[in-house]
T-cell receptor, first 114, second 112 residues
Framework: DVKVTQSSRYLVKRTGEKVFLECVQDMDHENMFWYRQDPGLGLRLIYFSYDVKMKEKGDIPEGYSVSREKKERFSLILESASTNQTSMYLC?????????????FGDGTRLSIL | GDSVTQMEGPVTLSEEAFLTINCTYTATGYPSLFWYVQYPGEGLQLLLKATKADDKGSNKGFEATYRKETTSFHLEKGSVQVSDSAVYFCALSSDSNYQLIWGAGTKLIIKP
């Protein structure tokens, strides 16, 4: 089974802090994704990466950046955290760009910015 | 552009009832279709998928058939349990759009 591991289940940070969310997958998948999930807004794609050192903006990239230095690890960075970034963050991976490949998700990180 | 529409929830059923959650889509070409489930406080799990017309995906008693003529992928289960209470998401992926296009999710509540 594919295992996608997010570094924290719950995280509390303060406004203005630089926040790192880490995600690791163990199946040598090429693609990785970061989403945020908010009540009434569903799942929204922040950034994704087709392969190592590659990144593409999703639908809501503002206020975020990402890093993919190794194939198995995809990091989401909040450069200067704000209260409107309080949310559930979900990481996913996928074997490759074939449309029939599903995405596999981690358990999520519930981030609170105070 | 591509889109997915799910029935609004919450859907409330009694244990052992028959379940249908409707999902319709708009897409160019021949998308792959997925159902994901999210239990309270957890991430999303792939429930089932279908990659071409008339394919039936199935898992844990849930089924969905890829109907190209009606552009639908409705989720069904013959007899639901309290443990099926969760949020269910329909999604599509097409060759013209390598991301997943998500429905809004349908919350299912099963009462004993």
């Amino acid at each position: 089974d594919v295992k996608v591991t997010q570094s924290s289940r719950y995280l509390v940070k303060r406004t203005g802090e630089k926040v790192f969310l880490e995600c690791v997958q163990d199946m040598d998948h090429e693609n990785m994704f970061w989403y945020r999930q908010d009540p009434g807004l569903g799942l929204r794609l922040i950034y994704f990466s087709y392969d190592v050192k590659m990144k593409e903006k999703g639908d809501i990239p503002e206020g975020y950046s990402v890093s993919r230095e190794k194939k198995e690890r995809f990091s989401l960075i909040l450069e200067s955290a704000s209260t409107n970034q309080t949310s559930m963050y979900l990481c996913a991976s996928r074997r490759n760009r074939d449309s029939n490949q599903p995405q596999h998700f981690g358990d999520g990180t519930r981030l609170s910015i105070l | 552009g591509d889109s997915v529409t799910q029935m609004e929830g919450p859907v409330t059923l009694s244990e052992e009832a028959f379940l249908t959650i409707n999902c319709t889509y708009t897409a160019t070409g021949y998308p792959s279709l997925f159902w994901y489930v999210q239990y309270p406080g957890e991430g999303l799990q792939l429930l089932l998928k279908a990659t071409k017309a008339d394919d039936k995906g199935s898992n844990k008693g849930f089924e969905a058939t890829y109907r190209k003529e009606t552009t639908s992928f409705h989720l069904e289960k013959g007899s639901v349990q309290v443990s099926d209470s969760a949020v269910y998401f329909c999604a599509l992926s097409s060759d013209s759009n390598y991301q997943l296009i998500w429905g809004a999710g349908t919350k299912l509540i099963i009462k004993p």
